[in-house]
C-alpha cells in the first residue's frame, strides 16, 4: 500500500471551485472521510493515524473551500463549512461515508450527520464538543496565548494546542511533528490569514450558538480525546457522548487536544473495531 507521505493530490472541480483531495486504502467498501482541524490541511493529519486506518479502509482526506490546495473563501460558519462537506462527498460520487472529524472537523461531522443522516453510516469524533458547549467560545484566548509562545519560542503552536508540557507530552509533540515531516514533496501550501480568521470566527460562534438535538444522530460515534485538553475540555467531550444516543467515549490520559495523536497505538486500533462492529 502506498503510505500517505506519498498519497498524490488530486484536484476536483466543485460547482467552479478547485478541491483538492487525497485518498488512500482499499477501493471497496464504505470510505472514511477525514474532516480536518483549525489551521490545518491533508499535510497535518498524522500519518500513523491515516496508514493505519488506510491499512482495511478507503481513506479521503480533503480541503474545504478556501483551505490549502481547494480555491474560494473559508466559509465563517460551520454549518456552510458541513454543506461544502456534503457537496464535495456527493461530487465524489459517495452515497455511504464514515465520517472522522477531529476538533473543529468534529463539528463539521455532527452538522453534516445532522442534514444529511443517510450519507452517514459511522462517525468518529476526536477532540471535540458539541455545539454550544461551555468554553468553547473562548478559542481566541487560548489560541491566542499559544501562537504568542510559539512565536517567543520559535515552535509550532501545536506544541502548546495538541499536548501537555510535561517530559511525555513533549516527547509526543516531538514524534509527531516528525511524523509530519515524512512528507517531503507534493505539499499543499499552508493555510492563510483569512482562512484562519474565517475558522476562528466559525469556532467562537459555535461555542455561543444554541445547542443542537443531537438525539437525532442514532449512528453509532466513537468520541475520543486527551484527559487534559486545553482546547476543547474533556468534559465536553463526555457531554458531546452522552447528548448523542449511540455512542461510546474514550478518554486517554496525560494527553491533550491530540491525545489521538500522542495514544495512536490504541487509538487506530479502537477506531478500526469501532468501524468493523456488526
Known amino acids: 500500500m502506498t503510505a500517505w507521505k506519498d498519497t498524490p493530490t488530486r484536484y476536483l472541480d466543485v460547482d467552479g471551485v478547485r478541491i483538492a483531495y487525497r485518498e488512500l486504502g482499499p477501493s471497496v467498501g464504505v470510505p472514511v472521510v477525514f474532516l480536518h482541524h483549525f489551521t490545518a490541511t491533508p499535510d497535518d493529519w498524522d500519518p500513523e493515524v491515516i496508514n493505519g486506518i488506510a491499512a482495511t479502509h478507503r481513506v479521503i482526506a480533503f480541503d474545504n473551500r478556501g483551505v490549502g490546495g481547494s480555491g474560494s473563501t473559508v ?8 454543506a461544502d462537506a456534503i457537496t464535495v462527498i456527493g461530487a ?3 452515497d455511504k461515508v464514515d465520517l472522522f472529524g477531529f476538533s473543529l472537523g468534529g463539528g463539521v461531522a455532527q452538522v453534516v450527520a445532522l442534514h444529511a ?3 452517514v453510516r459511522r462517525i468518529v469524533l476526536a477532540g ?3 455545539r454550544g458547549g461551555g468554553g468553547i467560545d473562548k478559542m481566541a484566548t487560548i489560541v491566542g496565548g499559544a501562537y504568542l509562545k510559539a512565536a517567543l519560542t520559535r515552535q509550532d503552536p501545536r506544541n502548546y ?3 501537555p508540557r510535561t517530559p511525555e507530552g513533549k516527547r509526543a509533540a516531538a514524534a509527531y511533528f516528525d511524523r509530519l515531516a515524512q512528507r517531503s514533496t507534493d505539499r499543499v501550501r499552508a493555510i492563510s490569514l483569512q482562512a484562519r480568521l474565517a475558522q476562528l470566527r466559525a469556532i467562537i460562534a459555535g461555542g455561543r450558538a444554541a445547542p443542537d438535538d443531537l438525539s437525532a ?8 480525546n486527551g484527559d487534559h485538553d486545553v482546547m476543547v475540555a474533556s468534559e465536553h467531550s463526555v457531554d458531546l457522548a452522552n447528548r448523542l444516543p ?4 474514550v478518554i486517554y490520559p496525560d494527553s491533550g487536544h491530540g491525545g489521538v495523536f500522542q495514544h495512536h497505538r490504541e487509538f487506530v486500533p ?3 473495531a469501532f468501524l468493523d462492529a456488526p
Not at 466559509?75 to 458541513?82: G, K, L, N
Open 92 to 94: 465524489l460520487g459517495l
Open 246 to 249: 449511540n455512542a461510546k467515549v
Open 117 to 119: 443522516p443517510d450519507l
Open 217 to 224: 444522530i442514532t449512528q453509532p460515534v466513537l468520541v475520543a
Open 161 to 163: 494546542l495538541f499536548f
Open 128 to 130: 471535540t464538543g458539541p
Open 75 to 82: 466559509p465563517t460558519s460551520i454549518d456552510d463549512m458541513a
Open 270 to 272: 479502537e477506531v478500526l
